[in-house]
């Protein structure tokens, strides 16, 4: 086990850009004694599943202390550690990276790449730096959770919206104008939007498909050019997610823009209203398709840039989701959160029996 003095940034940003380009799956092969001393210092109470090397653990650590976003997110995929990408080579990782900025892959290695490698090595730091003994600063967490009310089970998911699979219908916040943020911003409907397009061999856009169908969905109902109820919900296609088996995105207009500012305002009763449309407009499409839609996933819809706090919203969304469950729908339900926090809030709320 390295001994020694704490390594300094330099050391440690050289080594984390050494796993960047090997990935995970060649930890093991690599000589990194300031990554080694760190993780043997760390007060670490992380397990991430069986297997998983003391660098490894202290690196997820280190990502799991950076801002929730693009930053956070970027630094998982450049390093491998989201779910089905420690083995992809470099050049996908960073590209993949790259596409959370929204950037090309040239600007992302010049720019983004450093700063966001600099910051996994400071948190590095400061994970190393804990007191043998004391409690770790990140808990050990899981990015799936059953959760259980009554005799209904739900599946809560604690990452970024768009690493769902096999999920039928996910729906998506919006606001009234059903105006999509850009796909490098920070939110559910950004993220699904980046995820939906379909992108050439270089990266470039070829597709904006869940803009487009949002679009035409709007001209189709009188609503191009003009705001829409609160709770209304329009219905899209997945576009490139379908290759990760979602079928379909529901965007529920809750999010009514404030004259004259970048703020919004949003009712909690809106969005139960919205999730009650929801519901039914999955009753009314699941036997159209083959095999019937049958799962469905939410967000906190109003949260966020919507300004609803976590426990408002979830409230809000639990009310439709509870009487939802109460008349007998077998639905496979699932919750998506990106911060532990708000699963935390979450949980308490469903297995509370809504308290």
């Known amino acids: 086990m390295p001994t020694g003095p704490m390594p300094d940034h330099a050391s440690i940003l050289g080594e984390v850009k050494a796993v960047r380009r090997a990935g995970l799956v060649r930890l093991r092969e690599l000589d990194l004694p300031s990554l080694s001393r760190a993780a043997s210092s760390a007060a670490l109470a992380l397990a991430h599943g ?75 730091a400061a994970v190393a730096a804990e007191q043998p003994g004391a409690p770790a600063a990140v808990p050990a967490r899981t990015t799936h959770r059953e959760l259980r009310a009554g005799p209904h089970r739900l599946t809560l998911h604690v990452h970024s919206v768009d690493l769902l699979r096999d999920v039928d219908v996910v729906v998506s916040p919006a606001n009234v104008w059903f105006a999509l943020p850009a796909p490098y911003k920070s939110s559910v409907p950004a993220s699904l939007r980046q995820a939906g ?31 829409v109820r609160p709770a209304t919900v329009a219905v899209t296609g997945a576009g490139a997610l379908a290759a990760q088996g979602v079928r379909r995105l529901y965007h529920a207009a809750v999010a009514v823009p404030r004259a004259g500012t970048n703020d919004y305002d949003v009712l909690p009763a809106d ?65 998506v959160v990106l911060d532990a926090a708000d699963a935390d809030v979450l949980a308490r709320l469903v297995e509370g029996g809504g308290a």
Do not use: M, N
């Not at 992809?88 to 790449?113: I, L, Q, W």
């Not at 869940?210 to 035409?216: K, S």
């Not at 469905?296 to 439709?320: I, K, Q, T, Y």
């Open 50 to 124: 069986p297997g998983a090397t003391p660098v490894e653990r202290l690196l997820r650590a280190a990502v799991a202390r950076l801002d929730a976003g693009t930053l956070r997110d970027a630094a998982a995929y450049g390093l491998g550690l989201v779910q089905g990408t420690r083995d992809r080579p470099a050049a996908d990782r960073r590209r993949r990276a790259a596409e959370v900025y929204g950037v090309s892959v040239e600007r992302f290695r010049k720019h983004h790449e450093p700063l966001v490698l600099g910051q996994v090595a400071e948190q590095v």
């Open 197 to 227: 397009a379909v992108r050439g061999p270089t990266g470039e856009l070829v597709e904006d498909r869940i803009h487009d169908e949002l679009r035409a969905w709007a001209a189709r109902h009188g609503a191009a050019g003009r705001a």
């Open 271 to 335: 969005v139960t209203r919205a999730v009650t449309r929801v519901f039914a407009l999955l009753g009314e499409e699941s036997a159209r398709f083959d095999p019937p839609l049958r799962s469905l996933c939410l967000p906190l819809l109003g949260a966020g840039r919507g300004g609803l706090p976590a426990e408002v919203s979830a409230a809000a969304v639990w009310a439709a989701v509870e009487a939802e469950l109460a008349r007998g729908a077998a639905w496979d339900l699932h919750l």
